[in-house]
Structures are given as structure tokens and as C-alpha cells.
């Protein structure tokens, strides 16, 4: 099994930044893929930005290509989602996916989750 943490979800003004973090526990040597989405109010859950495990080749989506940098630090098993420039429309509830796969942006070939955390981008 494998377990997931976000953290550093919060409040910020528009145009502000923040990182999420993702710390991954148990049987993560096998991963993959991580990927980050989020899921806004009355909104579907979608991919916001993946990257390979090893570190080569990482994807956006269009709405925050050039904003949202992903990245790991594999002595730490984590990832973070630096967030600059941000919009009001950027507010979602920002969830980590692991895949045992070498996958990007469909949401059902992820195997692990975690919990999401809060953005919210005031205007």
C-alpha cells in the first residue's frame, strides 16, 4: 500500500504563489507516475500536471502551462506543485495521484490518492 499527504493548500491573492507538497509512504518503489489534480465547486475533477517517476518528462494542462512548475525530490519521496501567477479560477481542492504506470492525465489509471488540499484564490 501507499499513502499520500498534500499539504500547503491555503488562501492567496490573485497573482500570489504557493507550493503543494505530496509525501509518499510504503510501497513506493514501484511508482511510476505522479500527478496532481483538482477539483473545483460543481466541477469534475481534472488533470492539472504529471511527471515520470525518474524524473525525465513532465505535462500540463493548457490552463496552467507556464504558471505550475511539478517537481520531486526523491530522497524525500515527494512532490510539489510551485503555483505562481495565480487566478481565482485556479480555486479546487488540489489532490496527488500515484500510478504504478507510466501514465499522465486519465484520472482511472492512477492507483493511489491522497486526500486533497484546499486553494483558494481570492480576486
Known amino acids: 500500500q501507499v499513502q499520500l499527504v498534500e499539504s500547503g493548500g491555503g488562501l492567496v491573492q490573485a497573482g500570489g504563489s504557493l507550493r503543494l507538497s505530496c509525501a509518499a509512504s510504503?510501497?513506493?518503489?514501484?511508482?511510476?507516475?505522479m500527478g496532481w489534480f483538482r477539483q473545483a465547486p460543481g466541477k469534475a475533477r481534472e488533470f492539472v500536471a504529471n511527471?515520470?517517476?525518474?524524473?525525465?518528462?513532465?505535462y500540463y494542462a493548457d490552463s496552467v502551462k507556464g504558471r505550475f512548475t511539478i517537481s520531486r525530490d526523491s530522497t524525500k519521496n515527494t512532490v510539489y506543485l510551485q503555483m505562481n501567477s495565480l487566478k481565482p479560477e485556479d480555486t479546487a481542492v488540489y489532490y496527488c495521484?500515484?500510478?504504478?504506470?507510466?501514465?499522465?492525465?486519465?484520472?482511472?489509471?492512477?492507483?493511489?490518492w491522497g486526500q486533497g488540499t484546499q486553494v483558494t484564490v481570492s480576486s
Open positions: 495521484a500515484l500510478s504504478l504506470r507510466t501514465v499522465v492525465a486519465v484520472e482511472d489509471e492512477y492507483d493511489y
Open positions: 510504503g510501497r513506493t518503489f514501484s511508482t511510476a507516475s
Open positions: 511527471m515520470r517517476w525518474g524524473g525525465f518528462g513532465s
